[in-house]
């Protein structure tokens, strides 16, 4: 029990250097699955699992897909729940490169027809998408970087807002040319500002959410991640992330669950949420990317959690918008008024919250790590 406790003060908590340098060459690797594991998922559903190694000369963290947590509706081809495993990477790569560690990561370009959602108990739980490989610190301890602590900091710190920000409050320019200039293999940055656009951004959003909000089978999906504001899972979305009062979560749960009845109104005001979110935003970003693969889909998603680390470095809200993206007319629609040929990887929005108070809700759940963690690698 005691091992148990220890393990979450560390997950929960930023290590100091020499914190981080007393662990155990395993419990290192435990501390980055950890910071790995606070990555953004889609629906919350955090697709991840991890095996750690370190018996060999390299200690090393993998990365596996659990197919059992892709969305069918939702996520029917796998793409944002492996966008969501690039994320965890970078999260990785980060806090590795914050203590010291040389590292090089390995990603797996996996066929497409491994990512989709294991339907079926018989098909393949576990695909490996990622490994990262160590070599220990050539010293005890790092200068303190201020941009790398920084970023470490927003990782413990991150969450979605789904809220209305300042759409007159600019974002600054340097932190705006310095997420233009980074980079990924494949992956391309749009970024938005003008008002025109920005409402056509909105009318797309809206029309995506009506899809979504029509369809039984995307309905029901939402309604089984949508959770009760006062629910212990680990995985899945409380209602007081999306501004919902606990009478109001329950009362969408059990109507898009079909357990209860929905008000006229209730639907509405779900779906207009996200089209004034993105009309409030100063700030749209669009990633694009050369092809449809998995190679692509995870370099994505680390370009997407280092954008959103930036941005929560410099205590900007920021929220991910996947319904737009995965909706595949509207889809199609957008990218041709975005003028690019490109396929759209992953939506965000960022600016400063209109109303201050919604800073304070919560980070959603988290699953336990051991849960997480495998006992060895698994077979194909």
Same mark, same amino acid.
């Given at each position: 029990m005691r091992e148990r406790v220890q393990e979450k003060v560390v997950c929960e908590t930023m290590l100091s250097y020499e914190a981080f340098g007393a662990l155990t060459p395993e419990r290192?690797?435990?501390?980055?699955?950890?910071?790995?594991?606070?990555?953004?998922?889609t629906h919350n559903t955090q697709p991840?699992?991890?095996?750690?190694?370190?018996?060999e000369?390299? !200690? #090393? *963290?993998?990365?596996f897909l659990d197919r059992r947590f892709v969305l069918p509706a939702s996520d029917p081809t796998g793409r944002q729940s492996v966008i969501s495993i690039g994320a965890a990477v970078e999260n990785a790569l980060i806090a590795a490169s914050y203590y010291g560690l040389t590292r090089a990561a390995r990603l797996r370009n996996a066929a497409l027809s491994e990512v989709k !959602? #294991? *339907?079926a108990r018989s098909e393949q739980r576990y695909v490996p998408l990622a490994e990262i490989l160590f070599d220990e610190p050539a010293h005890a301890g790092l200068r303190d970087a201020r941009g790398a602590h920084a970023l470490m900091r927003a990782l413990f710190t991150r969450k979605m807002t789904r809220a209305e920000f300042l759409p007159e409050k600019h974002m600054p320019h340097a932190l705006m040319k310095k997420i233009l200039a980074m980079h990924e293999s494949g992956v391309k940055i749009h970024l938005i500002t003008d008002g025109v656009r920005r409402r056509a951004?909105?009318?797309?959003?809206?029309?995506?959410?009506?899809?979504?909000?029509?369809?039984?089978?995307?309905?029901?999906?939402l309604g089984h991640w949508l959770l009760h504001n006062d629910t212990d899972a680990g995985r899945g979305m409380p209602g007081i992330g999306f501004g919902l009062s606990d009478t109001q979560a329950i009362r969408i749960h059990d109507g898009l669950v079909g357990e209860g009845a929905l008000r006229p109104d209730d639907m509405l005001r779900f779906a207009l949420g996200g089209k004034a979110g993105i009309e409030s935003s100063p700030l749209i970003g669009i990633l694009t990317i050369k092809k449809n693969d998995v190679a692509?889909?995870?370099?994505?998603?680390?370009?997407?959690?280092?954008i959103l680390l930036e941005l929560t470095s410099a205590d900007i809200a920021v929220a991910v918008h996947a319904a737009l993206v995965?909706?595949?007319?509207?889809?199609?629609?957008f990218a041709l008024t975005l003028g690019t040929l490109r396929p759209i990887a992953a939506l965000f929005r960022a600016g400063y919250l209109r109303n201050p108070a919604h800073a304070l809700r919560p980070r959603a759940p988290r699953v336990p790590l051991e849960e997480l963690v495998l006992t060895h690698e698994p077979s194909p």
């Open positions: 290192r690797l435990r501390y980055l699955a950890c910071c790995a594991s606070r990555a953004p998922s991840w699992a991890f095996v750690l190694r370190t018996r000369r390299n !200690p #090393a *963290l993998q990365f !959602p #294991a *339907l951004i909105a009318e797309f959003q809206a029309q995506a959410d009506n899809f979504v909000l029509n369809s039984p089978r995307f309905s029901r999906e692509h889909w995870l370099a994505a998603g680390r370009m997407l959690e280092r995965e909706v595949a007319l509207v889809n199609k629609m």
